[in-house]
């Protein structure tokens, strides 16, 4: 499938301002909206939309299906009576300029479970039928999601491979002895996805009014303490005691000496073929009822992964083992059509990464950030894109662009001096300009490139299990004058936004 020419932010919900204490769904995200409208921006993307766990992490989720019901608006609670002002009135006094996760969480599940309770002493025919309705729709993965997350709580949190015996390894007496037990906090948490799913699907139709497609993004990997994994063992390599008999991760690379050892469980691919890949195809359908198009993170991971044992704590030691990637992708060609998808093709990359992306005509990734540490051959520099491809300045991953270049050795600033001929004072929007003017059909920059800041609203250090995902956007900084600046350039460069019909062109790939 191929794309025509657009632009756009990307930027994390829980980024977006509001009083609340964390970035949602709600009033804030509509003028989100409205601001890239403003701006004439097409494509909004978001980092992955699950219930964060460990380390609130989007990328360590406790589901790959469900919603992050953080991410549910109080504001959008109180138009539908389920909170009262008399609830929110001992809302904490949270900073503004950062989540502060364990304040948030404690306050927002006090919330969350005040409006379920509303919900269960209603008299809404209406709701209660919509409800009734999601939870049919949605049997396929919800009911045991909310098992999963009912148990964890029972378990005072505690990991799936840690509760007893029976219910780790999912004994049907034991599993319908739970579900009869456990029925409130299921039926809460299944109200709870209800909510996010509602309040996310209304913001979605309102960007496509707007002429702005959302991109998500899709781990290749889950978490191991995940109702996926609990609930589909079988796809997964676990030992006896179902802890990970294999972990994912990536050898030493630009990002960490000792590689990045991510923990998930790797997949059993055998057991994912002889099911026609059918976890996989309502996953990817399942992230589609979200998003326009999908950024499939770790691309290369679907021909080859780096496979770390089990036990180990750091990832240099591994081994490379194959993926069917060929078969996978005609098989989900099939089953959808169509391919939205993007390749995060970064990292070691071999031909038959390649190889596997061009069969499928989908684009990779450009990180411009990267482009100035060789020599004008590098594949990052505007001049070397393909037209098919994704340009960013950056990506979560990455430092600001102001802090990339107060970091890096002389001798690459001096190249990106020499190549965009800039004088360094105006980095981050240099870099904008260069993605912009490139030949990539998309391009896109994180919101703290757009407002030129440092390393301090950095999003992400990957291989640090703490600290990050916590940067937020000040609602001054929707300015106007921000919005006519982002338009000029998309104007200049031809990155008009576009209605959701008119994202792709004729030819198809």
């Known amino acids: 499938m191929k794309y025509k020419r657009s632009a756009g932010v990307l930027l994390h919900p829980t980024s977006l301002p509001g009083s609340y204490g964390i970035g949602d769904i709600g009033p804030q995200a509509y003028r989100w909206i409205d601001f890239l409208a403003n701006s004439n921006c097409g494509l909004w993307q978001v980092l992955p939309l699950g219930p964060t766990g460990y380390g609130d992490s989007p990328y360590q989720c406790f589901s790959a299906f469900a919603g992050n019901f953080y991410l549910v608006s109080p504001e959008r609670l109180l138009e539908q009576e389920l909170l009262t002002a008399a609830d929110l009135a001992d809302t904490p006094h949270f900073p503004a300029d950062k989540v502060d996760y364990g304040l948030v969480i404690a306050w927002k599940l006090q919330i969350l479970g005040r409006a379920y309770d509303r919900f269960r002493a209603a008299r809404s025919e209406v709701l209660k039928t919509r409800f009734a309705e999601f939870c049919r729709d949605q049997a396929g993965w919800l009911d045991d999601f909310s098992l999963f997350m009912a148990l964890k709580e029972a378990h005072h949190g505690a990991a799936w491979n840690h509760w007893e015996a029976a219910l780790r390894d999912r004994d049907p007496i034991e599993l319908q002895r739970a579900i009869r037990e456990l029925s409130a906090a299921i039926e809460r948490h299944s109200f709870w996805q209800f909510l996010f799913f509602d309040q996310w699907i209304k913001l979605r139709e309102y960007a496509h009014l707007h002429k702005i497609a959302l991109i998500g993004d899709l781990p290749i990997f889950v978490a191991h303490d995940s109702a996926d994994v609990w609930s589909h063992q079988e796809l997964f390599y676990l030992d006896h005691l179902k802890r990970p008999k294999f972990q994912a991760g990536v050898p030493p690379d630009y990002f960490s000496s000792t590689g990045q050892l991510w923990g998930n469980p790797l997949y059993r691919w055998r057991a994912h073929k002889s099911s026609g890949y059918q976890w996989w195809i309502e996953r990817v359908r399942s992230t589609l009822n979200l998003v326009d198009l999908i950024r499939l993170d770790h691309f290369r991971g679907f021909v080859g992964y780096w ?30 059509s169509d391919l939205p998808l993007i390749a995060e093709d970064l990292g070691v990359i071999t031909p038959d990464v390649i190889t596997l992306r061009e069969t499928f005509g989908l684009p990779g990734m450009k990180i411009l950030q990267f482009a100035f540490a060789s020599d004008p051959k590098d594949q990052f520099l505007p001049h070397n894109y393909p037209a098919h491809c994704v340009v960013y300045t950056g990506t979560h991953d990455n430092d600001t662009a102001r802090g990339w270049y107060e970091r890096v050795p002389e001798e690459e600033k001096n190249f990106y001096r020499r190549y965009l001929n800039r004088d360094g004072s105006q980095v981050a929007w240099d870099l904008i300009r260069a993605c912009w003017a490139s030949v990539a059909r998309f391009a896109l920059a994180p919101m703290q490139d757009f407002l030129g800041l440092g390393n301090s ?53």
């Open 457 to 509: 609203a950095r999003m992400n250090y990957p291989g640090n299990p703490s600290g990050n995902w916590a940067w937020r956007l000040q609602e001054h900084d929707l300015s106007d004058d921000l919005a006519r600046r982002i338009a000029e350039i998309n104007y200049v460069y031809d990155r008009t936004s576009l209605s959701r019909q008119q994202m792709y062109d004729a030819e198809t790939g």
């Open 307 to 336: 496979e770390v044992p089990g036990r180990a704590k750091t990832a240099e030691k591994g081994r490379w083992v194959k993926a069917p990637g060929m078969d996978f992708f005609r098989t989900l060609k099939t089953a959808l």
